[in-house]
């Protein structure tokens, strides 16, 4: 369990845990450059086995007590999170074999392959069997085909049926999918959030279509705080710099304080999850560092979780209980001696 600081944005001090899953079947993983320099305030931490808010502080050195390292959190300031990168789309295959396939308008709004939706079966299969499905509370998707479909595949019902008196997140064969529709009875609400899409500019595949689109493919998913029908974040010319790509991470981090629930899933791209993480971990052992923010798998799961250290949330403890119920007498003993230092020494 660690917890790592960074000091450089003026925004609430967060802490995330890790855990991970990584969809069967995917490719061998590339090496990375190093990290960019942190950002600055903002932590991360391990989430402990029982998920109160327990983190220790960065690496410790040699020789010093461990118990130095740790520190405790009011639980009712903390908020779970499970990250996503979608599965495998159409522009990952074609981009490994041609970098230069990305500049092509054939991957516009890049969609699912047969084989990401083959990791989209195997994530929700994991999110069930371990219990996950039943603890999330909101699904929040970058409004890219790839992400919503990865997003109703993942944490969405089962197939979808005529006369089921709820819409569908997904009507069949949404975007060439050649997938059944989605039900999306049992299911938490979704929503659609710009601020977690992937750099933006220049890539066809990272431009998205009409809301009005969108919604005809996703009846079921929330596009309201979506401002403008078309994609007018998206340029042809212009390529989204990372450092913008990191302010937009910790700008999305911040905004998730304004959501009152606890436990949610979000699901979005790899750079996003990249730039956004890599402000994290950097007082912290490399081990936690890379474990937070090294690259994510298509179809990657890890579960973090954020701590409000400044004040931003507004969330009250449902759990904390007042005592003293009903009013007695509780002055501790050590108290007690402090009151009557005189009769605490002739004991």
Known sequence: M???????????????????FVAPPFSSFKKYPTPPPPLKRFSLIRDPPNRF????????????????????YPFHRSKTIHLVRHAQGIHNVEGEKNHDAYL????????????????????????????LAKKIELVITSPLLRTMQTAVGVFGGEGYADGIDAPPLMVANAGNSNHAAISSLNSP???????????????????????????SLFPAIDFSLIESNDDILWTADVREANEEV?????????????????????????????????????????????????????????????VDRSMIGSDVPTTNYPGKIPSGLD???DVAAEKHPKQGASQ
């Open 331 to 333: 002055l501790p003993s």
């Open 246 to 306: 990191a302010k937009r991470g910790m700008k999305f981090v911040n905004w998730l304080w304004t959501r009152k629930e606890k436990e949610i899933a979000v699901v979005t791209h790899s750079g996003f999850l990249y730039h956004t993480l890599s402000a994290f971990g950097n007082d912290c052992h490399p081990s936690i560092k890379s474990e937070i923010c090294t690259h994510f798998a298509n179809c990657e799961l890890r579960s973090m979780v954020i």
């Open 2 to 20: 660690t917890i790592l600081f960074l000091s450089n944005y003026n925004i609430p001090n967060l802490h995330f845990t890790s855990s991970s």
């Open 53 to 72: 808010s327990v983190i220790c502080f960065s690496s410790v050195p040699d020789g010093m007590d461990t118990a130095a390292g740790t520190s405790l």
């Open 189 to 215: 609400p979704f929503i659609a959030v710009e601020l977690c899409r992937e750099h933006l500019g220049v890539h066809p595949c990272d431009k998205r279509r009409s809301i009005t689109e969108y919604k």
């Open 104 to 131: 092509s308008y054939d991957l516009f709004d890049a969609h699912l392959t047969p084989l990401g939706w083959q990791q989209v079966s195997n994530l929700h299969k994991h999110v069930h069997e371990t219990g």
